[in-house]
C-alpha cells in the first residue's frame, strides 16, 4: 500500500466517520490486507455490568473488518453477514484493539477475519465477516 493510501484510508476511517468518535473508536493503523480499530473504554462503553457492550465489541471488529478490505480494493462495501464469538469478559476500563485480516477477496464478495484483544494481548472475541464489494469506486 502506498503511503497516499494509507493517508486517504485513515482520514476516511476516522475523520469520514462520526459514529466511531461518538463511540470512542478509532482507526490507528493499515496495512496491506489488515486493519487495527481500537476502543478506549468509556462509561458510555459499557453494559449494566461493567464490562463492554456486545454491540461495541461487534462495531469495533465490523469496522476493522471493512477497513482491511479497504487497503486491498478502494470500492463501496457493506456487510452481508457476520458472527461474533464473544470468548472472555473483558475489563470495563483500558483499551481494547480489534485486528481485521483479509482472508479472501473474490469478485464482489469479501471474508475477513477480524479478533478482538484486551490490553494483556488476551483474546476478547472473534468474528467471521462476509463483505460485499459493490465496484463503486470509494471516494477519498
Request: charged share 20%; glycine share 10%; with cysteine.
Amino acid at each position: 500500500m502506498t503511503k497516499d493510501l494509507y493517508d486517504k484510508l485513515m482520514v476516511f476511517g476516522n475523520d469520514r466517520e462520526p459514529f466511531l468518535a461518538h463511540n470512542f473508536m478509532r482507526t490507528t493503523d493499515l496495512d496491506d490486507g489488515t486493519a487495527t480499530v481500537e476502543l478506549e473504554l468509556h462509561p458510555d462503553s459499557l453494559n449494566c455490568w461493567g464490562t463492554p457492550h456486545g454491540g461495541a465489541l461487534f462495531t469495533m471488529a465490523d469496522v476493522a473488518a471493512g477497513m482491511a478490505l479497504l487497503t486491498r480494493r478502494q470500492e463501496v462495501t457493506f456487510t452481508v453477514s457476520s458472527s461474533i464469538e464473544y470468548l472472555s469478559a473483558a475489563a470495563g476500563t483500558g483499551k481494547l484493539t480489534a485486528v481485521g485480516t483479509v482472508e479472501k477477496t473474490g469478485g464482489h464478495m469479501g471474508f475477513s477475519r477480524p479478533d478482538i484483544r484486551d490490553e494483556s494481548g488476551r483474546l476478547i472475541a472473534a468474528l467471521r465477516t462476509v463483505m460485499y464489494l459493490t465496484g463503486r469506486p470509494l471516494e477519498l
